[in-house]
């Protein structure tokens, strides 16, 4: 099946500093990836949809300059957690849209996540 | 705006037990529901989507548009379906996914 990985999976850094988490698809293409966030014992939030080629659709309450997306292959999109701060801190996990055929085929494919802590 | 609820944090049944996981949307348009899971220490994963109309590991589910509800059933529950189980809903065409605040089946022995 398609594979998603990410990268780092589990990062520990300064208040004030910038993380970059990777997120790639591995044997397939996606011209649409999502990031999401999950607190603890509660369920994904939707953060960015990242569109390869063209700038990132963020949800309402999510600050992009905050939060840099880039898509720039069709493999890979990054996220960008700028001047991090303690409440930065959660497991943040990305997927894959994997398509074929008419736009009704698609299957969206999770990476195992990335948990941040922001000291 | 689109709105997915699962009204059951924890679900506890017995093996061999029916099971149903309750899930209820909200949006105008014509959404397409999902049913992800996560078993212990994995990533979460499609179980099924309501286009397939399909049944998987012997789940199934079927979109009532007029209650506006995607529940999930098993007629006889395995004690590896325990996991955490989440409701979704796409816009359409892979846009726009809102995940439920996801359900914890335990299956007992």
């Known amino acids: 099946g398609a594979v998603v990985s990410q990268h780092p999976s589990r990062v520990i850094c300064k208040s004030g500093t910038s993380v970059k988490i990777e997120c790639r698809s591995l044997d397939f293409q996606a011209t649409t990836m999502f990031w999401y966030r999950q607190f603890p014992k509660q369920s994904l939030m939707l953060m960015a949809t990242?569109?390869?080629?063209?700038?990132?659709?963020?949800e309402q309450g999510v600050e992009k300059d905050k939060f840099l997306i880039n898509h720039a292959s069709l493999t890979l999109s990054t996220l960008t957690v700028t001047s991090a701060h303690p409440e930065d801190s959660s497991f943040y996990i990305c997927s894959a849209l994997r398509r074929w055929g008419d736009s009704k085929n698609y299957e969206q494919y999770f990476g195992p996540g990335t948990r941040l802590t922001v000291t | 705006a689109q709105r997915v609820t699962q009204p059951e944090k924890l679900l506890s049944v017995f093996k061999g037990a029916p099971v149903e996981l309750k899930c209820n949307y909200s949006?105008?348009?014509?959404?397409?529901l999902f049913w992800y899971v996560q078993y212990s220490r994995q990533r979460l994963q499609l179980l099924l989507r309501h286009i397939s109309r399909e049944s998987i590991k012997g789940f199934t589910a079927d979109l009532n548009k007029g209650e506006t509800s995607f529940h999930l059933k098993k007629p006889f529950a395995q004690e590896e379906d325990s996991a955490m189980y989440y409701c979704a809903l796409s816009e359409g065409y892979g846009q726009n996914f809102v995940f439920g605040p996801g359900t914890r089946l335990s299956v007992l022995p």
């Open positions: 990242s569109n390869e080629g063209s700038k990132a659709t963020y």
């Open positions: 949006y105008s348009g014509s959404p397409e």
